[in-house]
């Protein structure tokens, strides 16, 4: 079966999509894990009996006031939620870009290649 230059093209760019799905992926993962310690954050705050708590900026350890710190957890938990779905309308975009060149690269060469996972 012959491979032309345009089906190698096609080729190449389904595994750069499906690398970027990938990374997608590994950054929503962590963005969600992310989440769940905000979320853990913010119910041991509301358990804080303390006017001023300690709030972790880096690597470094600040004294906050408490309404301070829950609207700081709010602001991330609100990036966070932005984020996943900015990664998630962009992983869509790329598996419906890959779902096309699938059909193509099928079309063509059929069980010759493989393009699943």
Same mark, same amino acid.
């Given at each position: ?19 970027? =799905?990938? &990374?997608?992926?590994?950054? !929503?993962?962590?963005l969600k %894990?992310? +989440?769940?310690?905000? /979320?853990? $954050? ?14 972790? =900026?880096? &690597?470094?350890?600040?004294? !906050?006031?408490?309404?301070? %710190?829950? +609207?700081?957890?709010? /602001?991330? $938990? ?10 998630s309308n ?16 099928? +079309? ?10």
């Amino acid at each position: 079966m012959d491979v032309t230059l345009a089906d190698q093209e096609n080729i190449n760019h389904f595994s750069r999509l499906n690398t970027k =799905v990938h &990374e997608i992926n590994a950054k !929503l993962k962590a963005l969600k %894990a992310a +989440a769940e310690d905000i /979320e853990e $954050a913010e119910n041991e705050l509301m358990l804080a009996e303390d006017e001023e708590v300690p709030y972790l =900026v880096g &690597e470094c350890f600040f004294h !906050l006031e408490k309404e301070v %710190a829950e +609207a700081r957890l709010q /602001e991330a $938990a609100n990036e966070g939620t932005s984020q996943c779905a900015a990664l998630s309308n962009e992983r869509a975009s790329l598996l419906k870009q890959m779902a096309a060149l699938k059909k193509t690269l099928y +079309a063509k060469f059929g069980n010759a290649i493989n393009l699943e996972e």
